[in-house]
């Protein structure tokens, strides 16, 4: 577990340094979502009818956009083999790296995520629902995201590559997030979507670092 | 020196390979290739460039497969690659430093995952001139200075068996002593050291503080287009 808290605490570290790395992915989201009010028009319910989905697809897409980073440059400046020849277990080292991604992309996009429903005239009721969807969800792309990033790396325009590989199979995550705000709104309880996305997570907890360790021996090889 | 202390613990045991060999991309890149190092060995892997030095490093420590022959850790053959990467410490080409921490963060870093203790840390930086550059952020380094901060995660925590890829590379004449010091420091210990290089400066270096042990038969394996296609 030491090995763990060690990558953890680095990757922090790192990213409070660089930490326009983050704002960057933060102020994508922003800009993304405020232009689909210019772009759909202001009319406050047609904004709310798809308030739920917008919120949900600009995160992703987000989340893509800071993924492409998420081994690149320990894979380009050699720390990925030492990584690799730790001698501990990858899995764990990987959960690390995804952890501090989620607490350094995931969160920041939570708590963003209140205010640009403001934008887009989402109802009171939905709010709440919103960022539990997103608190459940937002790991399950961390995780699924970096089996992808581990698979695209060292290849040409892998950040593309991330994007076919990896958008596919955030779909799952969409609906029962968007369906999660749908219901809050139409007045049926979202417990049950969000206990969905809760389960997307646990699935993706046990499966996905063990993937990407996988992909990552690959990688180095 | 400061490696001593850390390296008292070492297990003195031996590593050789018989048989190897190694295809990349569909070439082959040594075939037929034996080495054995024994307690407080050295092996120097000598070369032009393309030879599949930094290959047979990568394949001694587990990072790349080979596709004949066997890998033998004191007479046991080498299956787990996690068991066998925490016997080694392997210094590439790339430095591994993150230029956002200093100094003394990237060291740390290295030495709580190696499960070293906090004290080498200034040892290991003393021993290759760091430690006035301490509290530097690692992106303010020169390419010298980065390469010895690399070489100085040797020192932070102990391993028995040392892979360094072209360790001579950006280093100045000091620099140099101090890595054949930490050299002979941990053979003296009961370390092994394999030391890729093709440059004759440095192995002759090697030769006066008797690294240069044994010379694998790379290259003569070759025919003409293996070598065209053997990866560096």
Redesign the interface.
Known sequence: MSVFTSILARDLRLAIRQSADSLTVVAFFAIATVLFPFGVGPEANVLARIAGGVVWVTALLAALLSLDRLFTVDFEDGTLDQLVLSGEPLSFIVLGKVVAHWLTTGVPLIIMSPILAVTLHLPAEGYLPLMLALLLGTPTVSLVGAVGAALVLGTRRGGVLLSLLVLPLYIPVLIFGTAAVEAALTGVSATPMLSVLGGFAVLALTLCPWATAAALRQAVE | MDGDDSSKDLRTQSFSGVGLACRRGGRLVFTGLDFSISPGGALVLRGPNGSGKTTLLRVM?????FTAGHLAWDSVPVED???H????R?V???????P??TVT?NLA??T????GKEASIAAAMAAFDLTRLAEFPARLLSAGQRHRLALARLLVAPAPLWLLDEPGNALDTASRDALARAIADHRASGGMVVVASHEAAFVENGDTLDVGLFTPKIASHWSDDELSGAAE
């Open positions: 420590a587990g990072l790349t497969h690659p996690d068991s990467a925490a016997r080694l392997f590439t080409h790339l430095d591994a430093v993150k956002a921490l963060e870093f290295w709580a995952l190696w499960r």
